[in-house]
């Protein structure tokens, strides 16, 4: 029930409008009233009188009795039609800025499929529920009582007799529905698993081709479709055995009432008329009944979709600010890591204790095996998730007390896989600095040796990516991610991998903004070119989530240890080897 309050109170903003709908429903409801009395009138009344007159009125009545109930029902939908809509648009906008706040880590274990399915069809679930459940349930009840109420005042024999009909008429819709529903529940399932399946395999196509699983995973794709085609057909079928046994049992109902109501007719209990009226009252009965009887079930079943729904707004955002955080106007660039272990799963540290300090405007490379944790390093320097031991310092504040938005902004990442939106190239070296004027992002397209080959386009900086444009090579996504990391202008710049899919050519071309880049700043390098480790200040060695060694080269070399055995084993013996065979062999080291 707390869920269904809940729920109310994305109505509670509109309640004039609510409270108008239900208003309209009344007289929607009670204009229901008269139509089987004009009946009643002609066929009893103006009929046997000959009174054509009467014949008229009764016309012109019937006309502006539908005239008015169709206007209203008109405003009543529309209202209805608002109120829905406007919360799937509330529920909607409230879930996405909620997505956007929440932390990496609740990304980390979910299909972004089965984040989309909230968005989309849990919403509508709920729009339903909302709208045609709690809304209609008010006029539903309302027509019950006051029809059978009018039924009992005008014959009660003959009503007590028709409503039997009713819990049967009921019954029977309840005893199939509930199989409708386990139907339409794993319908559901199979939807939202379809819906991730697409959205990972569509977007994984290159993998899928590389590896020639197409056949597989049409296969695989053609059981998820079939088991919705045969879930589908159940659904069609058991909808169609609904129809034709409520059907019978109306009909049974219409027999009853005109063989025990034409019995009264012809004992003069009754009028044909009245007979006329009390077939078209009980019309109305049916579909109530069965909404008001159906009313707990429908909840029931738009209950797991609030749920998810709640579940995803109501996952606090693992990193939020702190009460007391301090907004960062500047920074120096002091970064310090004090005694730092975490894991993504707690349970298994991929950093063990980890403590360095790197002064501002210093250069740093982090060197290491894949899976060493160079990454999670950048990570946490950038809050991306929080330590759970030890503490990450920027310029003496523990980033935690720190404003994110505040730090954030001081802190250029060029991440190991570039992601690239599809708009234009303009706008996303924007993306680095929303408000750069377009001389600035070509400064930073020129920087990352981009703009020559940009205006070769046709559309030069206007070209789209993606769909319907131009695809990108991983060298260029690289330096398209390197000029929005130029614009944005950070005081820390981590470079994981960023140069990696460059050719030594493009590399020493955009070297030399590299460096200019480079300047002033703090700056993490995750490198495997030799040149780019040996012109950082310092080298951060990693190994299993340790530190294994920390220090300038030559001071690394001057010591024992992995450095320097990587280096000698892997350069001193191939002595006469150019920079670039260094270079290649450095990455071979890296991935050992
Ligand atoms: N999002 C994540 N969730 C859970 N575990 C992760 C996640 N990212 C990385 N890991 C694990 O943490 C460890 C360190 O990974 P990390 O990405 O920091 O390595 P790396 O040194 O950057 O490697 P590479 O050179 O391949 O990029 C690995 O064991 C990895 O499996
Ligand atoms: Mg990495």
């Known amino acids: 029930m707390e869920n269904y309050k809940r729920l109310l109170r994305y109505l509670r903003p509109y309640r ?27 066929l009893d009344v103006a009929i046997p009188k000959r009174d054509v007159g009467m014949l008229w009125s009764i016309f012109f009545g019937v006309i502006a009795l539908t005239g008015v109930r169709g206007l209203v029902s008109y405003a009543l939908n529309y209202l209805i039609g608002w109120l829905g809509q406007r ?9 996405y800025r909620h997505l956007q706040r929440l932390s990496l880590a609740y990304y980390d274990g979910r299909q972004p499929g089965k984040i989309m399915a909230r968005l989309t069809g849990d919403i509508d679930v709920i729009q339903y529920a909302l709208t045609q459940g709690f809304v209609y349930l008010i006029t539903d009840v309302a027509t019950l009582v006051i ?76 059981e998820t479709v079939a088991a919705n085609f045969r879930l589908g057909m159940q659904q069609t079928q058991l909808n169609r055995f609904l129809g034709a046994t409520s059907q019978l049992i109306r009909m049974l109902g219409t027999g009853g009432l005109l063989w025990y109501g034409g019995a009264l007719v012809l004992q003069r209990q009754m009028t044909p008329g009245e007979l006329l009226a009390f077939y078209s ?23 797991a979709a609030i749920e998810r729904v709640f579940e995803t707004l109501d996952t606090r955002p693992e990193i939020i ?33 980890i403590s360095f300090h790197v002064n501002p405007g210093e250069i740093i490379a982090i060197v290491g095996p894949s899976g060493a944790g160079k990454t999670t ?37 060029v991440s190991q896989e570039t992601i690239l939106f599809s708009v234009t190239l303009r706008e996303n070296i924007r993306y680095g600095r929303k408000e750069a004027t377009d001389e600035e992002v070509i400064a930073a397209a020129q920087a990352a040796d981009l703009h020559s080959f940009i205006l070769e386009l046709p559309d030069g900086y206007d070209t789209k990516i993606g769909e319907d444009g131009i695809k990108l090579s991983g060298g260029q996504k690289q330096r398209m991610s390197i000029a929005r990391a130029i614009l944005a202008d950070p005081r820390i710049l981590i470079l994981d991998d960023a140069t990696s899919a460059l050719d030594s050519h493009t590399e020493s071309n955009i070297q030399a903004s590299l460096s200019e880049l480079m300047k002033n700043r703090t700056n993490f390098v995750i490198a495997h070119r030799l040149s780019t480790i040996m012109n950082a200040d310092r080298i951060l060695v990693m190994n299993e989530g340790r530190i294994v060694d920390f220090g300038a080269h030559s001071d690394l070399m ?28 450095l990455v071979a080291v890296g991935a050992g």
Not at 29 to 38: C, G, V, Y
Not at 560 to 579: C, S
């Open 16 to 42: 004039y409008r609510v409270a108008l709908s239900v208003v309209l429903m009344f007289v929607v409801t009670l204009s229901a009233i008269p139509m089987p009395l004009f009946q009643k009138q002609a």
């Open 87 to 95: 919360v799937v648009f509330d529920l909607r906008f409230q879930s």
């Open 147 to 222: 029809v059978i109420l009018w039924l009992l005042y005008l014959n009660w024999k003959l009503a007590l007799l028709v409503t039997v009909i009713l819990p049967l008429y009921v019954l029977n819709y309840k005893l199939l529905l509930s199989r409708i529903r386990v139907v339409s529940v794993e319908l559901r399932e199979r939807w939202e698993k379809m819906i991730s399946t697409l959205t990972e395999k569509i977007g994984a196509i290159a993998v899928v081709k590389a590896f020639a699983h197409e056949n597989y995973e049409t296969e695989q794709f053609m």
């Open 281 to 303: 009252y009980i019309g109305y009965l049916y579909d109530p009944a069965v909404r008001v009887v159906d009313f707990n079930v429908q909840l029931q079943w738009a209950n």
């Open 321 to 353: 600010d702190a009460p007391e955080a301090v907004y960062l106007p500047t920074v120096r660039g002091e970064v310090e890591f004090r005694h730092v272990t975490f894991g993504y799963d707690p349970a298994q540290p991929a950093l063990h204790d």
């Open 377 to 413: 390093v950048v990570n946490l320097l950038a809050r991306f998730y929080d330590v759970q031991q030890g503490a990450v310092l920027i310029d003496g504040h523990d980033v935690k007390n720190v404003r994110l938005e505040s730090m954030r902004r001081h802190i250029g990442l």
């Open 558 to 585: 001057a010591r024992p240890g992995i450095y320097r055995d990587l280096y000698t084993e892997q350069f001193k013996t191939v002595g006469d080897l150019t920079e670039e065979d260094k270079a290649r062999l």
